[in-house]
């Protein structure tokens, strides 16, 4: 138990400093997405709220911006395509 509060909190305090992504910490730190979703949206709210609340917010920023990374991801993409002889 000790070790996934650990990596909960881990997991928490980079996203917090990075401003990354749960797919971006998952990479990061070799585990999947639902470990991170889980660690830092259920486990961590009962280890450190203070914590959960600060990493919430940038899961939240991130959630809320996800339509524009997605379409500029779409437009480079045809960009690249259009290149291709």
Known sequence: MKETTERAVMLARYIVETGDTVRGAAREFGVSKSTVHSDVAKRLRKINPVLWKRCNRVLQHNK????????????EKYIKLKQIP
């Open 64 to 75: 809320d911006e996800r339509h524009l990374r997605g379409g500029k991801a779409t437009k």
